[in-house]
């Protein structure tokens, strides 16, 4: 049986994750630009490649990699969570909060999106914009009274927005 280079691009991508998993990420890095070299137009290697630079705290080489997966499959929820974060690290919170945004017009409010509803308000508590900060803990507190850490958000929020109106 002959490979193609498609498969030949899963094996590169599959070495790379495994080699994340050790967190030997100039490898994984590697393994991920031979994939890329097959299989240009997959947003599963991008989005590998992005996580493996994220660890190493090459950013905008993460940004890269998210944005080319994004490209292409613009419904890749993961990967704006991932840019998003990564935004978040660099301060950029209304760039993060426009990638949370995304992930929010492609997907129902889940155990998923709760988390990235919950960084999407401290992406606005940095902001200040603490009564839009409330409104995403709100929500996520709706689909899941019970999540600690929206809850001190909320509570936090609430306290600085009271502050601020005094």
């Known amino acids: 049986m002959l490979w193609n280079e498609e498969a030949i691009a899963l094996v590169w991508t599959n070495t790379g994750i495994a080699y994340c998993d050790l ?3 100039d490898k994984a890095i590697h393994c991920f630009e031979k994939g890329l070299e097959l299989d240009t137009d997959n947003p599963d290697i991008w989005y590998n490649k992005g996580i493996a630079h ?4 090459e950013h905008e ?3 890269i990699s998210y944005s080319k997966a994004l490209d292409i499959d613009p ?11 990564i935004f978040d690290t660099l301060g950029r919170y209304e760039d993060a909060i426009e990638c949370y945004e995304n992930v929010h017009s492609t997907m129902e409010l889940n155990s ?20 839009e900060a409330i409104t995403c803990f ?8 019970d999540y600690k850490d929206a809850k001190i958000n909320m509570t936090a929020a609430m306290a600085k927005l009271k502050r601020d109106e005094a």
């Open 23 to 25: 967190s030997i990420y």
């Open 54 to 57: 994220s660890y190493v705290g």
């Open 61 to 63: 080489e993460s940004i």
């Open 75 to 85: 419904k890749y929820d993961n990967a704006w969570i991932n840019k998003g974060i």
């Open 112 to 131: 998923k999106c709760t988390i990235t509803w919950n960084k999407k308000g401290v992406a606005y508590y940095h902001l200040h914009k603490y009564e």
């Open 138 to 145: 709100a929500k996520v507190l709706n689909a899941d009274p």
